[in-house]
């Protein structure tokens, strides 16, 4: 049996966590770069795991941890979140600590004991903690701060006060696999982590925001952010912080994102006039195919664009089932301060830009201009609108970029 190497952070402090080089979908958002669930150890006069790893993965968490100490030793166990890609191994590491104190929230207790109901978590020692709240390991002391709502109700986070760590759960996370540990060991970093922010975490900017405020009052020396998924911060996690509050408050540039399919070409000649109107008037476009890019680059491109533009052919009366499907995925993440356009074509009979029109208003996004739709394919007539359409959509993303 091959070692299972930890990392050491800083001293009495280690990695243990596992990357998932196969990783390409987490729940529906695509990860081309794979991923890695984050669990620490930190070892003192008492010991103390700090999140665990996804349930496939626990044998692998527990051979790195037995490179360091015997797993029975462990005093505490910290869970600060309780969807199972953080703790799916917590059955499996308190069958070898099994006198180690659960350390959660007060909502991570109730969901790891509905979760965990045939996993014996009835006969688990909690300890329910809220913000400010400590745990004495010896020499190092944790502390916890309730995060509520990144993402889940339960989320909380570590602080391991003499190190200055903050083991930060969701938040500041990336999705990438890599056998480097820190962010300036690796590239594209602040990338990653925008794709993470803006597929996970965009529809709690508000949560965010207030978040960074309880941060800045706990008044905490945070020397490194270590994250559940993706890479520790140690040289720019003042950066993502303020990244974090940029993004949490809309920021638009002055952009307009076309999002598009087609199916015989007549809705994709259409965002290519539009588009290239855009361009004419000095303004940045991006055109992206639904089905010929990442939906999750597409997510992060749409974060800070002023303006989004929506093509659809018609099937079957309807939207195209990318569109169907991305507009559903947009409603969930709740960008704000969008202005919308919608358009598309329809050969016998209509469909496609109704039905945008019904989603989109009942997610009460702001359609800035009337819809647009031709029958079959565009003549010069309907390019000219489409060319009229983006002028004024390119004056529309400057009047409303706000960075």
Not at 140 to 146: C, H, N
Not at 365 to 376: G, P
């Amino acid at each position: 049996m091959s070692k299972l190497e930890p990392v050491n952070i800083t001293p009495g402090v280690y990695w243990v966590g596992v990357i998932d080089w196969n990783l390409r979908d987490f729940h529906g958002y695509e990860t081309p770069k794979g991923g890695t669930y984050n669990a620490y150890l930190v070892v003192d006069e008492k010991i103390a795991l700090i999140d665990t790893v996804k349930a496939p993965f626990a044998d692998e968490m527990i051979r790195k941890i037995k490179q360091i100490v015997d797993p029975s030793k462990i005093d505490y166990v910290i869970s600060n979140h309780v969807e199972m890609d953080h703790s799916g191994s917590l059955p499996a590491i308190l069958e070898h600590a099994p006198n180690a104190t659960l350390v959660t929230s007060s909502k991570g207790q109730s969901g790891l004991s509905s979760h965990y109901e045939e996993s014996g978590c009835k006969n688990w020692n909690y300890q329910v903690v809220k913000t400010g709240d400590t745990v004495d390991l010896g020499k190092k002391t944790l502390m916890f701060i309730e995060a509520t709502m990144l993402h889940w109700p339960d989320s909380m986070q570590t602080y391991l006060i003499e190190d200055g760590i903050l083991f930060s759960n969701d938040s500041f996370g990336q999705h990438v696999a890599t056998s480097k540990r820190f962010d300036d060991e690796v590239d594209d970093v602040m990338e990653d982590a925008a794709i993470y922010y803006a597929n996970i975490l965009m529809p709690f900017g508000g949560q965010v925001l207030k978040y960074i405020e309880k941060l800045r009052g706990l008044d905490i020396d945070i020397k490194m952010i270590a994250p559940s998924h993706g890479v520790i911060w140690r040289n720019g996690f003042e950066q993502i912080i303020q990244e974090y509050a940029k993004w949490a408050s809309g920021k638009n540039r002055s952009k307009v994102l076309m999002i598009y399919d087609t199916m015989w070409g007549s809705t994709e000649k259409m965002a290519m006039e539009i588009a290239e109107a855009v361009r004419s008037k000095d303004v940045e476009v991006r055109l992206r195919h639904l089905r010929k890019n990442d939906w999750s680059m597409i997510i992060k491109e749409l974060m800070d664009a002023s303006v989004v533009a929506i093509g659809s052919p018609t099937m079957n009366n309807g939207m195209f089932f990318t569109i169907a499907g991305f507009i559903t995925y947009i409603k969930g993440l709740r960008p704000k301060d969008k202005n919308f356009f919608l358009f598309g074509s329809y050969g016998w009979g209509g469909g496609a830009v109704k039905a945008m029109e019904k989603e989109m208003e009942s997610a009460r996004f702001v359609l800035a201009e009337e819809s647009l739709q031709v029958k079959f394919r565009p003549y010069e007539d309907d390019l000219e609108k489409c060319r009229e359409i983006g002028y004024r959509l390119a004056e529309l993303a400057k009047k409303n970029a706000n960075t």
